[in-house]
């Protein structure tokens, strides 16, 4: 009676491992970029909900945005180059932000994420 051995070879294992490693060094290296997305999100939405934020210039809108930031771990140099702009027009005014990230991968190999996010605003004004 002969038996037939089932499973994987050492070079197949190998195989396996080296794409599993690769997906798992992409996924290190893109994971903090979306963490910080989410922290971005989360701020935007908190300076949106302010009563008055209408009524807000964009420089007040920028410097509440990095001190709220600063509780999420957003880093500075992502608001700083973010895009944020306030539209009007279709009833609601709404606060969007716009920003780029390019994170480094291998050699010369490099990840361009593109971030886009809009909210509406709080038209309600301070009771003062």
């Keep these: 009676m002969k038996t037939r051995q089932s499973g ?21 290296k893109l994971v903090p970029a979306y963490a910080e997305y989410m922290g971005v999100v989360k701020t ?23 001190f709220k930031g600063d509780f999420q771990y957003v880093s500075d140099s992502t608001l700083k180059n973010a895009r944020i702009r306030i539209i009007t027009g279709n009833g609601t005014p709404q606060l969007s932000i ?8 291998i050699y ?5 994420l593109h971030f886009e996010k809009t909210v509406p605003m709080n038209a309600q004004s301070t009771g003062g």
């Design 8 to 28: 994987i070879t050492l070079l197949g294992f190998l195989f396996i491992l080296i794409i599993a490693g690769f997906f798992a060094y992409m996924a290190m």
């Design 44 to 66: 935007l939405k908190e300076v949106a909900a302010e009563p008055g934020a209408v009524n807000k210039p964009l420089d007040q809108i920028r410097r509440d945005m990095g």
């Design 98 to 105: 716009q920003y780029d990230r390019d994170i480094p991968f």
């Design 108 to 112: 010369n190999i490099d990840f361009l």
